[in-house]
């Protein structure tokens, strides 16, 4: 990482004591060649690898002085193979946030933001870090991932994490449509930490999201143990706008629950989706993980249920402090009524199998 110190310059704009400030630019490539079964035929190319999405961006910290600080960060996401920007082609579809920060009464941000909810589990209990492919992150259309509009406050109490968010919806006569708000609590122990969450999103016509989640993990020497479960409740009706519209729930990767395969949804889903991953420090250049992930669904349609298997497994070589390769192989099945289901977080156009291999090379920057 580049970092450009402003402090010079910012000592010939102002007077009296100065404060340093500092600008890191960074990124993350992560390019994988993958194969992978589908109900249109089996493809082999370029995709973006299983753990990370490619970004790029810069952050900041300028020191105010009684231990509190001035924080930005914006990140854009993009595709390597063709070089066009990621995330709804949002300039900074990953992060776009502006915040304050004090050592002793924590953190506030506003803007584009992880959702409280994906940054609880993915960053916490998660293997990998919530993943990058269908095959190891879809658990993020349960919850959503990215949310505009978002403000933020963080703290921490001894071995207690605090974790308070909303995101306004920003539709014109309503301060609730669109909404999303969220709270967390983490409790670190030595060698773990387990913890809990909840959020409430409304759509534009009062339908909500309920989602809560748990979690725990467990460092024992070179091993790492993972844990969380997620539920997620639809109300009948409940419905996500189109991207990039402006509208209630727009650009959260959220997913409906308006119709179904077999007509219009008229009752509530319920999905309780639980992942496990175990991780394996073999030796200081390689890493093992491995994941089991299951959702079963209620009312995916009037009366009907199905179910989403996946395991994966990664093996991960490391070629300097930046930059490693690895092999991950992934199988996901489908059953019930979730094999046709259109608002499912994982579906292989009418197949109930999928099978997926990538080689990956990842270079941090």
Known sequence: ????????????????????SSVTLYGLIDEAIRFQTSGSGNTLGMNEGAINGNRFGLKGKEDLGGGSYAIFQLESGFNVANGKFDQQSQLFGRFAWV????????????????????????????????????ATDWSLFLTGIRFDNTVEYDNRFGPVALQVQHSFGGQAGSASSGSTTTASLIYNFNGGKVGVDGAESKDGTGHKLL???AGGTYAWGPVGLYLYGINARRDAGFSVAATNSGLPLSNTNLISNATTAFGPQTKARDDMFVRAGVTYQAAPQW????SYAYDHANNVAPGQNGTIQTVYGIVDYLLSKRTDVYLEVDHSHLAGASIDDPNGPLTFGGKANNFGAGLSLRTLF
């Open 287 to 290: 890493k093992l993980t491995a």
């Open 211 to 213: 989602v809560g989640s």
């Open 1 to 20: 990482m580049k970092k450009l110190i402003f402090g010079a310059s910012v000592a010939l704009m102002c007077s009296g004591a100065y404060a340093q």
């Open 99 to 134: 915040g304050l920060q004090n050592d002793t009464y924590g953190t506030l941000k506003a803007g584009r933001q992880y959702g409280g909810i994906y940054n609880f589990y993915a960053f916490n209990f998660d293997p990998i870090g919530g993943g990058n492919i269908n």
